[in-house]
């Protein structure tokens, strides 16, 4: 069996970003270090980030096995660029994220991110900003559904909001449990389906709560922006919502958007593209990882490499946030 929080497609991941000694790598999502450990061991140096403080540990293991090379820094992906340049190198060669909650964020009651764990309602990777207590007790019918239907992808939104807000006139919600049960009342139970009813408004209020697509677009322009000529960036999804920004972004920057209708005004691209595909496509975890741990099972890769040409800038595209 795999350890506990062990990392998905951790053979991939290094062979995409194939760190050498001497070279710096940021490890954008942190967790319980998987990724930077074996970029260390590689003989790269790394720069971690997570906004969780609750990876302290797991970075004072990395800095005591390795130092002098290794660094945690506590930010969301919006703070890559400040990261590197308070570190005081001139050239960055590899960037990973691996994008959503951790098994061990899932693990912990008390964060409140797991509908099969009874916790306070929180959900936040860091103590900051409203909780997903705050959204459902305070959000109207049309702005809940919403965001529901647009997180979660969740058809039934209209309901569950409806259900939410009947409820939360006789009491708030405060535990995981007490929303999980509501919801599953209000789409009729499970009646013998794989996943939980709650799962969709789960992710979709951990994913608004944490304003994770807008930091996962965030990082994405930070990454094109710092990475040297010839660096690598490697990013590791699990659920279509962020796939579909990560290949849209390598897709964009990589000149490989396709052109619209032949009878429609064509739009010239003058910008150079600022990466090339490490390869095509996204690659997916082999049977041996798949048995030995089930999370891999939606986890996607994609990578591409920096180009000389200059960084495009802000990404916006694959969906409005």
């Known amino acids: 069996m795999t350890a506990p929080h062990a990392p998905v497609l951790l053979d991939e991941v290094i062979e995409a970003l194939a760190p050498k000694p001497g070279q710096l790598v940021i490890d954008a999502t942190f967790g319980a270090g998987g990724y930077s450990r074996a970029i260390l061991q590689a003989g790269a140096d790394v720069i971690a980030l997570d906004r969780d403080p609750s990876v302290q540990s797991h970075a004072d293991a990395l800095a005591a096995d390795f130092p002098g090379r290794f ?26 994220f691996d994008i959503g909650v951790s098994s061990m964020q899932l693990d912990q009651a008390e964060r409140g991110f797991s509908f099969m764990r009874d916790g306070p309602l929180d959900m936040r990777m860091s103590s900051d900003g409203p909780s997903a207590a705050d959204v459902v007790n305070t959000y109207e019918h049309g702005p809940l559904a919403h965001l529901i239907r647009l997180y979660g992808e969740e058809r039934q939104s209209g309901r569950i909001a409806t ?15 007490d929303l999980a049960e509501v919801i599953e009342k209000a789409l009729g139970g499970r009646r013998g389906a794989p996943t939980h009813p709650a799962t969709r408004t789960f992710q979709a209020l951990r994913i608004a709560v944490n304003d994770e697509l807008g930091e996962l677009r965030a990082g994405l322009a930070a990454a094109e922006a710092c990475l040297s000529p010839g660096g690598r960036l490697a990013m590791v999804t699990f659920h279509s919502l962020e796939d579909r920004i990560v290949k849209a972004f390598f897709t964009e920057r990589s000149g490989a958007t396709p052109g619209g209708s032949r009878h429609a005004p064509q739009k010239i691209e003058s910008r150079k593209p600022s990466f090339t595909l490490a390869f ?10 798949l048995a030995a741990n089930p999370r891999a099972r939606s986890a996607r890769l994609r990578a591409g490499v920096r180009t000389e040409a200059p960084a495009w800038g802000p990404f916006e595209g694959a969906m409005a946030a």
């Open 71 to 96: 660094q945690l820094v506590r930010t969301p992906f919006s703070g890559l660029a400040e990261a590197f340049a308070q570190s005081g190198r001139d050239r960055l060669d590899g960037a990973v």
């Open 163 to 177: 259900a939410i807000l009947r409820r939360r006139q006789e009491q708030p919600f405060e535990r995981t449990l």
């Open 280 to 289: 095509k496509g996204a690659r997916e975890a082999g049977e041996a990882e």
